[in-house]
């Protein structure tokens, strides 16, 4: 399974948190990533985790103040990418930019969507996977492998009729192990998650526990 912490905006210390992601992700058989904040990419990669971003935008170099370019963000170390994260979202042509501007800079892609239809359009534009995450659950502590498993199973399989070789993550109020298997056993190859781990007073141990039973 793959575990992909995405930061957001949240007032924990990024460094912090990488290097608990690093120890963690040596002590299990899975993969555990952590998405800072662009400004901290830099300082994260160098924990030695594996950092992705939150967002890169659909350009090339040039005259695009306040974008932010696909090859800087793997400069500084960022080995993937979200892309339309709920929070970030784009239009569909944006979208494909986006995924065309990762792809570009040799980053790996996760494009997010909000229900299995938009699942499927996001698996037609070729990234390596793609997230489900229902925006109403984002942030609730409720999972979503719980809440609404019928909408996991139902992107595993609108991603799999598009192109069985995009992998599908779940995300929303994911925190614990038990959260984990869950979604595993609904067809997910991973979770996107954030507040279990941003927001926790010990992440290191919210981390440990997200991982425990793989
Ligand atoms: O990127 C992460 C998702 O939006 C899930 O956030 P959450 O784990 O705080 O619900």
């Keep these: 399974m793959f575990v992909l912490v995405n930061l957001k905006t949240y ?12 120890d963690v992700n040596e002590s299990t058989d899975a993969r555990v990533a952590v998405a800072p904040q662009a400004a901290h990419l830099e300082r994260v ?5 594996e950092t992705w971003a939150q967002h890169v935008d ?3 170099y040039g005259s695009n103040t306040g974008h932010t370019l696909a090859e800087t963000v793997a400069e500084a170390g960022a080995v993937g990418t979200l892309i339309n994260h709920s929070e970030q979202r784009l239009k569909l042509a944006d979208v494909d930019g986006a995924v065309e501007a990762a792809e570009r800079a040799d980053l790996e892609t996760v494009v997010c969507a ?3 239809a938009q699942i499927g359009a996001a698996a037609a534009l070729g990234p390596d996977a793609v997230a489900v995450e229902p925006p ?3 942030g609730t502590g409720t999972p979503v ?5 019928d909408i996991v199973e139902d992107a595993v399989e ?3 009729a598009v192109d069985a070789d995009v992998s599908v993550l779940c995300g929303a109020g994911i925190s614990t192990g038990d959260d984990v298997v869950a979604a595993g056993d609904l067809g997910s190859e991973g ?4 507040s279990g781990v941003a927001k926790a007073d010990d992440p290191t141990a919210a981390l440990e526990d997200l991982v425990a039973p793989l």
């Design 11 to 22: 007032p924990c210390d990024p460094v912090a948190v990488a290097e608990a992601v690093r």
């Design 58 to 60: 659909p350009i090339d």
């Design 145 to 149: 492998s719980q809440a609404d498993p």
């Design 191 to 194: 979770v996107l998650l954030a």
């Design 136 to 138: 109403e659950l984002i």
């Design 45 to 49: 990669a160098e924990t030695g985790a």
């Design 114 to 116: 909000n229900n299995p």
């Design 158 to 160: 609108a991603a799999q």
